[in-house]
């Protein structure tokens, strides 16, 4: 019923509208439509109300909730469910077990906060509330398990295009999943699976953006779109930053499941950060440096040694050299 009167309110942002006509059109008491506006200011609605004129909503709360986001959405597959928390351990622990009983394709799960938010090669991703997004989606690709690799590649891409589109930043993409802004970190992308003989039971999409997180408060190295905005801008809205993402990986899967992985490659190409720069690649027990030309058709990373040979980087942690 809250969405209800929300719907209601967002039809006429222009002017007031009656408690009598909210109660007509939700069959509600006037008593009980004053108790559900009160709950919607407690959760950061900003609604006025004015003796005899009614209510009229004014300004939304910034936090990522599932109204909110599939507000005016019209995606076609991904969003299609959504699910927001305010805190949790971590999304893609969530959205693993949500995956495991049976969550159908393109389920999306957020949060405001993580406490123990993960990031690739075991490491944690600093998930402070209310200034990031934090986003996870259950994926089920009709895909085998050596192309895995490329729905990374495919968010990757998505995330820079949402990012240039909203924030007006020029991000580019680290191989494998890394997104930066003038050479720092802003965005992550972690994927994990789930297979079941040698097929691909489900993909789980972990991404997460340094929106409006203070530099304080990330490790070295890592920055957030508002602080590589500078003083131009307070806050980057993220809930507007968490639509267009969706609206980017719909499109992205759409066209991957559709033709292939031809296009997602080129964009990535266009958008990579180390296309023909020197790079060094650390792995368990040893480490190649070279310099990076290309990736294959299963999103590895192509690194042209010192001797002349190529290798093909399908797992490792990429530093640009120079």
Known sequence: MDEKILRILRAHTDRFISAHQICRKTSLSMSTVARHIYKLCDEGYDIQAQPHWGYKLVGLPDRLLACEIMWQLNTKIIGRKILSYDTVDSTNSVAFSLAERGASCATAVFAEAQSKGRGRLGRSWVSPKSKGIYLSLVLRPQIGSDKAALITLLAAVSCCEAIR?????????????????????????????????????????????????????????????????????????????????????????????????????????????????????????????????????????????????KQHVLAGDVVKVR
């Open 165 to 309: 589109r909203v924030c007006g930043l020029r991000a580019q993409i680290k191989w494998p999943n890394d997104i930066l802004v003038n050479n720092k970190k802003v965005c992550g992308i972690l994927t994990e699976i789930e297979t079941q003989d040698s097929k691909i039971k489900f993909i789980i999409l972990g991404i997460g953006i340094n929106v409006n997180t203070p530099i304080a408060k990330l490790p070295p190295g890592a920055s957030s779109l508002r602080e590589e905005v500078g003083k131009r801008k307070a806050w980057f809205s993220r809930l507007e930053l968490a639509r267009e993402l969706l609206r980017r990986l719909d499109r992205e899967y759409l066209s991957f499941e559709h033709k292939g992985s031809a296009g997602i490659i080129t964009q990535w190409k266009n958008l990579s950060a180390l296309s023909g720069k020197r790079v060094k690649v650390s792995f368990a027990h040893r480490t190649i440096e070279g310099q990076a030309q290309d990736i294959d058709e299963h999103g590895a990373l192509i690194v042209r040694l010192d001797n002349g040979l």
